[in-house]
């Protein structure tokens, strides 16, 4: 079972970059992988998605702004967030599927097994 673990979160204003990693403890080519978040009183909202053969999906609300990568060699995921809006703000978690997710499922929580507990993002205007 593959251990997921978030870091990079932190308070920005609004315009501001930010860039999350998810250090996973398994062979990141071999699992579909992606960022979500969640605000308080909201549901968990897909951001970005990367599958195991590297397509990649992004929500609108993030499409242009966001980027998603993985450095296979450190079974590392990333999400570069750049133009950071106050809605950005909630908590952001990594999650990992073994197998290819098509793109079009790659946002949605439940075609995932694996979650980490999560990194707080708060953007101030």
């Known amino acids: 079972q593959v251990q997921l673990v978030e870091s990079g979160g932190g308070s920005v204003q609004a315009g501001g970059s930010l860039t999350l990693s998810c250090a996973a403890t398994?062979?990141?080519?071999?699992?579909?992988m992606a960022w979500f978040r969640q605000a308080p009183g909201k549901e968990r909202e897909g951001v970005a998605a990367?599958?195991?053969?590297?397509?990649?999906t992004f929500s609108d609300s993030v499409k242009g702004r966001f980027t998603i990568s993985i450095d296979n060699a450190k079974n590392t995921l990333f999400l570069q967030m750049n133009s950071l809006k106050p809605d950005d703000t909630a908590k952001y978690y990594c999650a990992a599927r073994a197998a290819r997710i098509d793109p079009t499922y790659g946002l949605i929580p439940g075609w995932y097994w694996y979650w980490g507990q999560g990194t707080q993002v708060t953007v101030s205007s």
């Open positions: 398994d062979d990141a080519r071999t699992y579909s």
């Open positions: 990367i599958a195991s053969d590297g397509q990649t």
